[in-house]
């Protein structure tokens, strides 16, 4: 079976700062990985995937995460935060028994002050 | 390419009443998702269906809830006699052919549905 944890339901940051997002998971196989985005009162948009190739994957508005077998992990990071990344973020897995289905982490909630 | 589409957006029912929300996928996308985000929590696997067939329904709770996705028309998330523990944002998702796992899944806006 598959899990995802992600390490703090609230992140504060300042603007300017660096951005990182802890993700771990479990998979008994080669997972597939995936960071949404959830804005208030909307969908979840695809920040990045990781899909067994290159273990640093760069996604959209600035944002990166790097898979890490040894670790079980799948932090996402942005090097400067801008008010725009105030939202909510998810990390999903899947793997080839699973197809295309997704197991998602808590969600972690990001607060970026002036 | 018209995203995800779902309706309503947001719902009111009295409980005991039925909910019935509708998700049209994608254009070129026959798989279906449909979870469940209740307040405050992540999202959770519900049903998986194709056109005409039912994939996985692990996440379905056993009773009042059902889904069909039909040869014509949309996706359908039907929930009978709603109680306010049903309250949350539904979300359905899409893909295209289940033949390459590891397939982006786009999601919709969410149906927000409040049970009063």
């Known amino acids: 079976a598959q899990s995802v944890t992600q390490l703090g339901s609230h992140v504060s940051v300042s603007e300017g700062a660096l951005v990182l997002l802890r993700c771990n998971y479990s998979?008994?196989?080669?997972?597939?990985l995936f960071w949404y985005v959830q804005y208030p009162n909307q969908g979840l948009q695809l920040l990045l995937k990781?899909?067994?190739?290159?273990?640093l994957v760069k996604g959209i508005n600035g944002f990166e995460a790097e898979f890490k077998k040894s670790e079980t992990s799948f932090h996402l990071t942005k090097p400067s935060a801008h008010m725009s990344d105030a939202a909510e973020y998810f990390c999903a897995v899947s793997d080839k028994a699973a197809g295309n289905k997704l197991t998602f982490g808590g969600g972690t909630r990001v607060l970026v002050k002036p | 390419n018209a995203g995800v589409m779902q309706n309503p957006r947001h719902l009111v029912r009295r409980r005991g009443q039925e909910a019935r929300l509708r998700c049209s996928p994608m254009k070129g996308h026959s798989h279906v998702y449909w979870y469940r985000q209740l307040p405050e929590e992540g999202l959770k696997f519900m049903v998986y269906l194709q056109k005409e067939n039912i994939i996985d329904e692990s996440g379905m709770p056993k009773e009042r809830f059902s889904a069909e996705f039909p040869k014509e028309g949309p996706s359908i998330l039907r929930i009978q006699q709603v109680v306010r523990g049903d309250s949350a944002a539904y979300f359905c998702a899409s893909s295209p052919s289940q033949g390459t796992t590891g397939n982006t899944i786009y999601f919709g806006e969410g149906s927000w549905l409040t049970v009063v």
């Open positions: 990781y899909t067994s190739a290159a273990t």
């Open positions: 998979s008994s196989v080669p997972p597939y």
